[in-house]
């Protein structure tokens, strides 16, 4: 079974820009060295900024807040296989079912959400923990590892969406555009010789 990227391992990797890495960009003078370190900020915007334009075209909530680590593991490591297509669309559709169950075991649903109220109750709480663990049984038996998928299932069991009429497809289609523009951004890079 292949383990999770350690924060090492994501320091390590060529697109992660490091302050080291910005001032040796300027003292090389290289060309090729500044876009390297202005990809992943670009990258990772211009992606929000794809699955948001979309999501405002189609008058649905494709943008969620889960998206935003998604968009940022993609820029920085498109190739690996945490940000793959079938590990993004896979991982959050997993998060999605693991927190409707969630909500479901523990009668959570008619609970106040964390948008209604200052204090999240506890069957929203249990519902969430209940979520994040099913969530770490299933993404392995699934071999789709999206770390980020966790934060759809934390946004589904509080409440922040609702999973009635075209709410959870409206998120997976964003995730789906998500995984689109990841499998894009590998044949870019690799046609460019990254």
Do not use: D
């Amino acid at each position: 079974m292949p383990a999770y990227p350690t924060p090492a391992v994501l320091r390590a990797a060529p697109g992660a820009p490091s302050l080291a890495k910005i001032t040796a960009i300027f003292r090389r003078g290289s060309i090729a060295s500044v876009i390297n370190a202005i990809w992943v900020p670009v990258c990772s915007a211009m992606l929000i900024v794809l699955v948001g334009a979309i999501g405002m075209w189609m008058q649905q909530p494709w943008l969620f807040a889960a998206l935003a680590p998604t968009a940022l593991m993609v820029a920085a490591n498109s190739g690996h296989e945490t940000t793959n297509f079938r590990a993004i669309v896979v991982g959050h559709l997993a998060a999605i079912a693991c927190a409707y169950v969630a909500l479901l075991m523990f009668n959570a649903t008619p609970a106040e959400t964390m948008l209604a109220t200052r204090v999240v109750p506890f069957p929203r709480i249990w519902a969430s923990a209940a979520a994040l663990a099913l969530l770490a049984i299933v993404m392995p038996q699934l071999r789709a590892y999206h770390p980020p998928a966790a934060a759809t299932a934390l946004l589904v069991s509080l409440g922040a969406y609702r999973m009635t009429g075209k709410t959870p497809l409206a998120l997976l289609g964003g995730v789906v555009v998500m995984g689109l523009a990841a499998e894009a951004l590998v044949r870019f890079r690799r046609r460019r010789g990254r």
